[in-house]
């Protein structure tokens, strides 16, 4: 029988942005000194909600990094999606990378917004950024998401709204 990998985790952290915002952030890794490559997900969506997925990539042998984004949650800062992703992205890559549990490869994974980010942190190429698997996310917010052909999608982003609503009131 295989022997099994003890995860150590830490449910908060808050990681500087270049402009010192603070940006919450939950670790999940095999226990031990590591280094080990990492996956990265930043969600406007509660981060503590993915715990098990953290636990599974740690007994999968990565570190997993589940990060609040800018005003969701636990993050400091006013949340305005995706202006501050690209940027964010990039210091939170490159803040990972100078762990002593992280062996400098960083990619990242996620769906709809959590995959959308990826696509925004990319260009601005962080040296530790390896890979991105946006498991589902349009590639323009103004031609498949909010709008449609540029027509404002009413019902689509009235649906988003309330989401987004509704997870902020599980923190009051």
């Known amino acids: 029988m295989a022997e099994s990998i003890q995860v150590a985790s830490e449910e908060r952290i808050n990681i500087p942005m270049r402009d010192v915002t603070l940006l919450a952030a939950s670790v999940a890794r095999p226990a031990g000194p590591g280094p080990f490559p990492?996956?990265?997900?930043?969600?406007?969506?509660?981060?503590?909600?993915?715990?098990?997925?953290?636990?599974?990539?740690?007994?999968?042998?990565?570190?997993?990094?589940?990060?609040?984004v800018r005003g969701r949650n636990d993050s400091d800062g006013e949340f305005y999606p995706f202006r501050d992703d690209a940027r964010d992205g990039y210091d939170t890559i490159e803040w990972i990378a100078a762990q002593p549990w992280c062996d400098g490869h960083i990619g990242t994974t996620g769906a709809s917004h959590v995959g959308t980010v990826q696509y925004l942190a990319a260009p601005t190429r962080p040296p530790h950024f390896t890979a991105a698997i946006p498991e589902f996310a349009p590639v323009s917010v103004y031609h498949r998401w909010w709008y449609q052909g540029g027509a404002f999608r009413i019902g689509f982003n009235l649906a988003w709204l309330i989401l987004l609503a509704n997870d902020n009131l599980k923190h009051y």
């Open 38 to 68: 990492v996956v990265l997900t930043r969600t406007p969506y509660d981060r503590t909600n993915q715990a098990l997925a953290g636990e599974m990539w740690a007994k999968a042998g990565y570190a997993f990094v589940r990060q609040d």
